[in-house]
T-cell receptor
Framework: DADVTQTPRNRITKTGKRIMLECSQTKGHDRMYWYRQDPGLGLRLIYYSFDVKDINKGEISDGYSVSRQAQAKFSLSLESAIPNQTALYFC???????????????FGPGTRLTVL | GIQVEQSPPDLILQEGANSTLRCNFSDSVNNLQWFHQNPWGQLINLFYIPSGTKQNGRLSATTVATERYSLLYISSSQTTDSGVYFCANAGNNRKLIWGLGTSLAVNP
């Protein structure tokens, strides 16, 4: 079984629709992240959460919101999707209890989102 | 802000060839990771290497933190090595900053 899972894996939606991307992990990690990747680019951080009660904006949080329902679950919502949110979205986890303050991140398989 | 520069941007190899990919950083190296993104888009962790040298099969990586660079070596390349290789580093704010990647094509 995959350690970090994302649902759905692919989604096509229309402008203005609300959409939620979900991430679950069985690694027991406390930190979770949402990134987006646009063609030809590296990943950019949308939101991150260091524990269930901690939510932080990343570099491109506008138009997105998140919910950390449990240590193992972190959801990303697009309240009113727009075409320039078409991208590949990744969830990642890391463990603050290893490697000190800086820790290795592990990624889910990605969700390919298309907004028409 | 932190800059992460990768070179070369594109690389074409014949199967069996060796290659070296480079990552330069403008800031201190704290949480250096190398990833392989396969043609299906999946990100695969290759190395977590803030310093020193590690090897995993045909791949190895070296990070020289004092000189702010890291190298990824691929030996005896195979077609399954094709994809994009990313390096990423975290600054003092713990956020990973990504390079633009090296796109590798290994031809049979």
């Amino acid at each position: 079984d995959a350690d970090v899972t994302q649902t759905p894996r692919n989604r096509i939606t229309k402008t203005g629709k609300r959409i939620m991307l979900e991430c679950s992990q069985t690694k027991g990690h406390d930190r979770m992240y949402w990134y987006r990747q646009d063609p030809g680019l590296g990943l950019r951080l949308i939101y991150y959460s260091f524990d269930v009660k901690d939510i932080n904006k990343g570099e491109i949080s506008d138009g997105y919101s998140v919910s950390r329902q449990a240590q193992a679950k972190f959801s990303l919502s697009l309240e009113s999707a727009i075409p320039n949110q078409t991208a590949l979205y990744f969830c990642a986890t890391s463990d603050s209890l290893t490697s000190g303050s800086y820790n290795e991140q592990f990624f889910g398989p990605g969700t390919r989102l298309t907004v028409l | 802000g932190i800059q992460v520069e990768q070179s070369p941007p594109d690389l074409i190899l014949q199967e069996g060839a060796n290659s070296t990919l480079r990552c330069n950083f403008s800031d201190s190296v704290n949480n250096l990771q190398w990833f392989h993104q396969n043609p299906w888009g999946q990100l695969i962790n290759l190395f977590y290497i803030p310093s020193g040298t590690k090897q995993n099969g045909r791949l190895s990586a070296t990070t020289v933190a004092t000189e702010r660079y890291s190298l990824l070596y691929i030996s005896s390349s195979q077609t399954t090595d094709s994809g994009v290789y990313f390096c990423a580093n975290a600054g003092n704010n713990r956020k990973l900053i990504w390079g633009l990647g090296t796109s590798l094509a290994v031809n049979p």
